[in-house]
Every structure is written in C-alpha cells, then in structure tokens.
C-alpha cells in the first residue's frame, strides 16, 4: 500500500504563488509516475502536471510556464510549484501515485488540498 499526504494548499490573490507538497510512504516502487490533479466544483478531476521516475515531465496546456513539477526520489515527495495564480486555478488538488505491478496499472490519490485564489 501506498500512503500520500499533501499540504500547501492555501488562499492566495491572483497573481501570487503556492507550493503543495505531496509525501508519499509505504510500497512504492520504481518506475513509478506521480502527478497532481484538480477539481473545481462541479467538474471532473483534471490532469495538471505529471513526472517519471526519470524526471520527464508532462504539463496540461493551461499551466505551462506558470506551473513547475519536481520530485525528490529520495524523499518519495513530488512538488507542484504555481506561479501567477489565476482565479480558474482554484480547485482541489490531488496528488497521484501511478504505478505497475505484475502487470496491472495501480492508482494512489491523496486526500487532496485545497488552492483558493482571490482578492
């Protein structure tokens, strides 16, 4: 099993910038892919920005430039770091662990936390 415990989140105005943290304990194994997603009310949860083991990265269109992602392998932790904070990034943000084992495709998620952007 897999644990991920998320923190960060937080009110911030437009323009200003968070940084979530997502820990991860117990089994992970390696290659593994751990992302975040997010979900405004009403909508469906939504890719934002994923990493490989190997630190390749993937962003969804809407936060390249403004959004970083970064892992510590050491630390099992994965990082999202958002710059120029606009009112439609406001969701919950959920980290995710995806892995493989024995050939079947396994999904972790956190518990999610909260970003809320607004003057």
């Known amino acids: 099993q897999v644990q991920l415990v998320e923190s960060g989140g937080g009110l911030v105005q437009p323009g200003g910038s968070l940084r979530l943290s997502c820990a991860a304990s117990g089994s992970l194994f390696s290659p593994n892919v751990m992302g975040w997603y997010r979900q405004a009310p009403g909508k469906q949860r939504d890719l934002v920005a994923t990493?490989?083991?190997?630190?390749?990265?993937n962003y969804e269109d809407s936060v390249k430039g403004r959004f970083t992602i970064s892992r510590d392998n050491a630390k099992n932790t994965v990082y999202l770091q958002m710059n120029s904070l606009k009112p439609e990034d406001a969701a919950v943000y959920y980290c995710?662990?995806?892995?493989?084992?024995?050939?079947?495709?396994?999904?972790?998620w956190g518990q999610g936390t909260q970003v809320t952007v607004s003057s």
């Open positions: 990493i490989t083991s190997g630190g390749r990265t």
């Open positions: 995710n662990v995806h892995l493989t084992r024995w050939g079947i495709p396994i999904d972790y």
